[in-house]
């Protein structure tokens, strides 16, 4: 079982990183007025996801980049990643590049404010809760966390009303909850796309 310190030791800097893609909602947001287009964003982001799995290709075909790789950011990776599994930042930049690419300006903000910010309040939140009273797996403190997060940014930053904001945050928890192979980063961001998209349809912004 981890100690509470290894826990944190490979969390705390995880998240840390995880909380700095909060810029791309922000960017998404209040870009405009400093000429950052969404398309601009959804361009970068394909970018930086291209160079992403050009590393991801390379540290499994390289035993040199494996090394460098492992010893530059090692301490974050989870067992699953080291060997042959993708790095959730990897995945993170798919989510992120997709929703901006194909999702209006609201919903694309919405999406990736979960992603960023109602994700890892929830990872925060649930670990340090478990660290302090045991147990494993998803807690329910954490998955109101994540709701709680993610509706103040589909509200604050998105625009969405209160209920339609309120809908979309339980959305993200339902889908960030279920332990499932399917990378949570995903979960989070491409569900809480498709669950804004529903409430846009039957109940529209303004």
């Not at 810029?23 to 947001?29: D, E, R, V, Y």
């Not at 970068?44 to 799995?53: D, S």
């Not at 797996?137 to 993610?150: D, E, H, N, P, W």
Request: aromatic content about 6%.
């Amino acid at each position: 079982m981890m100690s509470a310190s290894v826990a944190r030791g490979k969390e705390l800097p995880r998240k840390t990183l995880h909380f700095t893609t909060a810029i791309i909602p922000f960017a998404l947001a209040f870009g405009a007025p400093l000429g950052i287009t969404q398309r601009m964003i959804a361009i970068a982001l394909v970018a930086l996801f291209g160079v992403a799995c050009v590393v991801e290709f390379a540290r499994r075909r390289s035993p040199a980049v494996a090394a460098q790789f492992d010893s530059a950011i090692g301490v974050m990776l989870r067992p699953h990643e080291v060997t042959n599994g993708i790095t959730g930042a990897t995945w993170l930049l798919a989510s992120f590049a997709l929703v901006c690419l194909a999702a209006p300006a609201p919903i694309a903000i919405a999406a990736t404010w979960a992603g960023a910010m109602g994700d890892s309040t929830a990872a925060m939140v649930g670990t340090a809760w478990r660290l302090a009273r045991g147990g494993n797996g998803k807690t329910l403190i954490g998955s109101a966390t994540c709701a709680c997060v993610s509706a103040a940014g589909a509200w604050w930053l998105a625009g969405f009303p209160p209920t339609s904001a309120a809908v979309i945050g339980l959305a993200a928890a339902a889908v960030e909850r279920p332990s499932v192979a399917l990378d949570d980063n995903v979960r989070v961001t491409v569900g809480t796309a498709l669950a804004a998209l529903l409430v846009t349809l039957l109940l529209p912004l303004r």
